[in-house]
């Protein structure tokens, strides 16, 4: 799939253009990436800050945890919502893509589209690789400007992740659309409290709103609400799949998840958001 994304990236040293060789690509100056056998093309720089990656714990985690479908009805709505856009025949790109599980979702609702997975994570963009036919996965730093040309995606999605908003209105075409997805203050409530995870902060979708600032216009707002009843292996896979992973101990989340009812009803409560890039 990268053959078919290829003339949509850019070189993150010079800005030129890439050409696919044999397990490489390379830009008219001579900057050189390699492509892992796994299928992803990693586009950061030798200087890059990786230290926020998910680590393959986190990945495997993930993996076992989103393979239940427990997240489907998030999976779903960001399909619905990409479905409402005008993005049927362009490219679909996933920043903070981790798995490409979001990703895969909507390009099945949108068999027109190519989708571009975007992750600083080496063991994310493996699976992501391979998380469908028509993805392309390219690693890459969301904080140091995006290897994408200008203006070259119809939609953009970004689930649970960190985002550069003029990053992602440049290379939205003009009219392109973006669909955001935020943890509400409900969202795994009684797992944060029992087990110690990270909370959500306050007002978050408010302070969404005023980063995208004059670059992106409200479009449309959907809430995700489900009781998810997870049994402790469930439980354990989601606390080591998320950030929480870096602050707990492997051995005290263990601890503290057998301390809980097998099975234990979890709140799903999440915003799925969508934005139009302005005009100008």
């Known amino acids: 799939m990268l053959a078919d994304v290829i003339d949509l990236l850019c070189c993150p040293h010079c800005g030129g253009g890439l050409e696919l060789g044999e397990g ?3 830009c008219a100056d001579g900057h ?3 492509v892992a056998r796994q299928g992803y093309l990693n586009l950061l720089p030798g200087d890059a800050r990786t230290g926020s990656a998910d680590t393959a714990a ?6 076992e945890f989103l393979a239940g479908g427990h997240y489907a009805p998030v999976a779903e709505a960001v399909a619905d919502a990409a479905t409402t856009t005008e993005a049927g025949e362009g490219l679909a790109i996933d920043l903070g893509a981790g798995t490409g599980y979001y990703l895969a979702e909507l390009l099945e609702r949108l068999p027109a589209a190519s989708g571009l997975a975007l992750d600083v994570s080496k063991h994310a963009l493996r699976v992501a690789a391979r998380a469908h036919p028509r993805i392309g996965a390219v690693g890459c730093d969301a904080w140091a400007g995006l290897p994408v040309r200008d203006a070259v995606a119809a939609l953009a999605i970004n689930v649970f992740a960190p985002r550069d908003p003029a990053e992602l209105a440049r290379v939205l075409v ?3 659309s973006l669909v955001v997805v935020t943890p509400n ?3 795994l409530a009684e797992l944060v ?3 110690g995870m990270l909370t959500v902060q306050e007002r978050k979708r408010e302070r969404l709103a005023g980063k995208l600032g004059t670059l992106f216009e409200p479009v449309a707002e959907t809430a995700v609400e489900r009781e998810l009843v997870l049994g402790h292996g469930d439980l354990t896979a989601l606390v080591a799949m998320g950030p929480s992973a870096r602050h707990l101990d492997e051995r005290q989340v263990d601890e503290r998840v057998a301390a809980l009812p097998d099975p234990l009803p979890v709140t799903l ?9 302005a005009a100008g």
């Open 58 to 63: 986190m990945v495997r985690a993930r993996v």
């Open 24 to 26: 490489t690509a390379r």
């Open 269 to 277: 409560s999440v915003t799925v958001a969508t934005y139009r890039r």
């Open 32 to 34: 050189s990436f390699d």
């Open 185 to 187: 203050r409900a969202h």
């Open 193 to 195: 409290s029992a087990v």
């Open 174 to 176: 003009p009219g392109g």
